[in-house]
C-alpha cells in the first residue's frame, strides 16, 4: 500500500518554494485559456519527461538547468508539460529520503551521476522531490509556463494496455490514493505562479476504460486539486489513450468549478492503426481521420470548452513516411482550430527507458547531447502553429497557411511584378478568401494565374482575378483551370519559397504519393 506524505513533511516541502514575480494567472472563457485581464493565452508546449525510474527530469547529466530551460524558450515554447509518478506524492521515502545521487546509483547509473555532478551539481545530493521543484521554479524564472502531468503510479516507462496501472480499479491504480496524491501535488505549488495547470492523469486506457469508472472517479481527482489550489487549470484526459473523449457527447462532466476546466487529447500516426498514411491517399485519410478525432474530442471545442492536443509526434529522422503525412495533417488542423498543445517531446535521451541506458529520442525535438535541435525542419513546422491566430483581446488575422513548412502566403515585392511567396505567420500580410466567390485577396490585391505550368502566381489589382477552388478531400488544394482547360494547383518552389502552378497531385485514392507541398489551409 502506497504511503503518504504526513503533514510535517508537507510544510517543509512548502517552505522549500520561492514565490515567483510574474504572475499566470489562468482561466478559461469559452473555448479559450486567457489571462487576468481576459486576453488569450495560447499554450505552445513541449513534455519533459521526469516519469521514469530516476524520477528525475531527464537531461540534467548533459545540460546545466538554466541552459535547457533557455533552449526551450529559443525553440519558441512558452510551457513544459512536465511529468511526474503519482509515487512522489504517496511514498515519502521516494520523495523525501531518497536523493538523486541515490536514485542514479540504485539504477547502476554512475556516469550520469559523473553528469550531474559537472553540470548540475545543485541538485545532485538534493532530494528526489527537491530537484523537481528545482526544475519548476528554473523554468519560471524562465518565463516559462507548466502543467504538471500526473503520468502513472510508479516511475517508469508508459504506456500499454496490460499496464497494472492503466485505468481507476487497476492494481497500481487506487482513486483515493490517486485523489490524495494530486492534491498533495497542487497544494505544495499553491504559491507557485508559473504552475498555471495540472494534468490528472496521462493516457487511461485498457480493458476496463468504461466512461462509467471515469464518471465515477475523475470528478473526484478534479475536486482535489481545485480545492488545494484554486488557481491552476485543472485538465482532463479521455480513455483509450486520451483518444478518446466521444462519452462526453450526451453525459457532461459536472464538477462545482467552471472556468478552470479544460480537456486534453492525444493523437499520433499509431493512433489510427499501423500502415494506415502508408496504405491511403493522404488526402483522403487525413479527411477522414479528422472527422474521426473531431467525432472524439474536438466537438468540445464548439461546445464551449477549451481543448490541448497535449500529445503527438513523429520521428524526426524523416524516415518514417506515415508519421511524415500525418504530421502535415496534424499541423493543419491545429492550425486550423488554433489549438493549444503539447508535442512530444523536449527529450534528446534517456538516463534509463525500460531496461536500455541512453535510448535515443527519436521523437525529441533536441538531440542525445541535448544541446541541438534535432530537425530544424520539423521545428520550424511547429513554430506555424506556435502563436495564437485569433481570441479573446487578439485581433483576427485571416491567413493561408502551408502546413508542410510551418509559413504562410503573403506578397513578394521583389521583382518587377508582385508575387506570391511563403513567410513567417506572424510576418506575413492578412488575406481574405471567399470560397464561393474562390478569389483570393491579399493586400487589396488579387492573385493572377500563370496559363502555364511551373510558373510563379502574380498579385494584381483585380481586373484578371482568378478564381480558386477548394478541391479534394481535405479542401487544401487551391485550383484552377488555364485557358487550355488544363487544371492546375497552386504549389511551392522549394528553391525560393515562391507561390507557383503546377498539375494537381495525388488528389485522390492514389497512396504512393505525397500532395504536402500542395496543401494550403485557409485559416
Not at 511514498?91 to 538523486?100: G, M, S
Not at 489513450?241 to 493523437?267: A, C, G, I, M, P
Not at 500502415?275 to 478525432?293: G, L, M, P, Q, R
Request: overall charge neutral.
Amino acid at each position: 500500500m502506497a504511503r503518504t506524505i504526513n503533514l510535517s513533511l508537507l510544510l517543509f516541502f512548502i517552505s522549500c518554494i520561492p514565490n515567483l514575480t510574474t504572475s499566470y494567472s489562468l482561466s478559461t472563457k469559452s473555448r479559450w485559456i486567457v489571462d487576468e485581464k481576459g486576453q488569450r493565452v495560447k499554450l505552445a508546449c513541449v513534455n519533459w519527461p521526469a516519469h521514469l525510474q530516476p524520477a528525475v527530469a531527464e537531461g540534467l547529466n548533459k545540460q546545466p538547468l538554466d541552459f535547457i530551460s533557455k533552449k526551450i524558450v529559443s525553440m519558441g515554447f512558452n510551457c513544459v508539460r512536465l511529468t511526474w509518478p503519482l509515487d512522489l506524492m504517496t511514498n515519502e521515502t521516494l520523495a523525501l529520503k531518497i536523493t538523486v545521487k541515490q536514485s542514479f546509483e540504485s539504477l547502476n547509473l554512475f556516469d550520469d551521476v559523473l553528469g550531474i555532478q559537472t553540470h548540475n551539481p545543485k541538485i545532485l545530493n538534493l532530494p528526489i522531490f527537491n530537484a523537481f521543484q528545482e526544475v519548476v521554479t528554473n523554468l519560471g524564472k524562465n518565463g516559462l509556463m507548466v502543467i504538471l502531468d500526473n503520468h502513472l503510479t510508479y516511475p517508469g516507462w508508459c504506456c500499454s494496455d496490460n499496464d497494472l496501472d492503466a485505468f481507476f480499479g487497476y492494481p497500481n491504480f487506487d482513486p483515493v490514493v490517486w485523489a490524495k496524491g494530486l492534491s498533495k501535488m497542487a497544494t505544495l505549488f499553491r504559491n507557485v505562479s508559473n504552475v498555471i495547470g495540472m494534468s490528472l492523469r496521462n493516457e487511461p486506457r485498457g480493458t476496463r476504460d468504461y466512461p462509467d469508472l471515469w464518471f465515477r472517479f475523475m470528478p473526484k481527482g478534479a475536486e482535489a486539486v481545485h480545492a488545494a489550489n484554486p488557481e491552476v487549470l485543472v485538465i482532463l484526459s479521455g480513455i483509450d489513450f486520451d483518444t478518446n473523449l466521444s462519452f462526453l457527447r450526451d453525459r457532461f462532466f459536472n464538477v462545482s468549478f467552471t472556468d478552470k476546466l479544460v480537456f486534453e487529447q492525444h493523437w499520433y500516426s499509431f493512433s489510427d492503426g499501423g500502415d494506415t498514411w502508408v496504405k491511403h491517399n493522404s488526402n483522403d485519410i487525413c479527411a477522414k481521420i479528422i472527422e474521426k478525432v473531431t467525432h472524439n474530442g474536438g466537438f468540445l471545442l464548439d461546445r464551449g470548452f477549451p481543448l490541448i492536443l497535449s500529445e503527438f509526434g513523429t520521428d524526426e529522422r524523416g524516415v518514417d513516411i506515415s508519421g511524415n503525412r500525418y504530421m502535415n495533417c496534424l499541423v493543419a488542423w491545429a492550425a486550423e482550430k488554433d489549438l493549444d498543445w503539447a508535442v512530444w517531446a523536449l527529450t534528446g535521451d534517456y538516463y534509463l527507458r525500460t531496461g536500455t541506458k541512453h535510448m535515443v529520442e527519436t521523437y525529441g525535438v533536441l538531440d542525445a547531447t541535448w544541446k541541438n535541435v534535432r530537425n530544424s525542419t520539423y521545428l520550424q513546422k511547429l513554430s506555424g502553429i506556435q502563436h495564437p491566430f485569433r481570441g479573446p483581446g487578439l485581433q483576427d488575422k485571416k491567413l493561408i497557411f502551408h502546413p508542410h513548412t510551418g509559413l504562410c502566403v503573403t506578397n513578394n515585392y521583389a521583382g518587377n511584378v508582385p508575387t506570391l511567396r511563403l513567410e513567417q505567420c506572424t510576418r506575413s500580410e492578412s488575406s481574405t478568401f471567399n470560397s464561393k466567390e474562390g478569389v483570393l485577396w491579399i493586400n487589396n490585391m488579387c492573385i493572377e494565374t500563370p496559363n502555364v505550368a511551373g510558373e510563379k502566381v502574380k498579385l494584381g489589382v483585380g481586373t484578371k482575378c482568378t478564381k480558386l477552388g477548394q478541391i479534394s478531400a481535405t479542401k487544401m488544394h487551391l485550383s484552377f483551370k488555364t485557358n487550355m482547360g488544363v487544371l492546375l494547383c497552386l504549389d511551392v518552389d522549394e528553391g525560393d519559397n515562391s507561390i507557383v502552378a503546377n498539375p494537381c497531385k495525388c488528389l485522390t485514392k492514389d497512396a504512393s504519393c505525397d500532395p504536402a507541398s500542395q496543401w494550403f489551409k485557409v485559416l
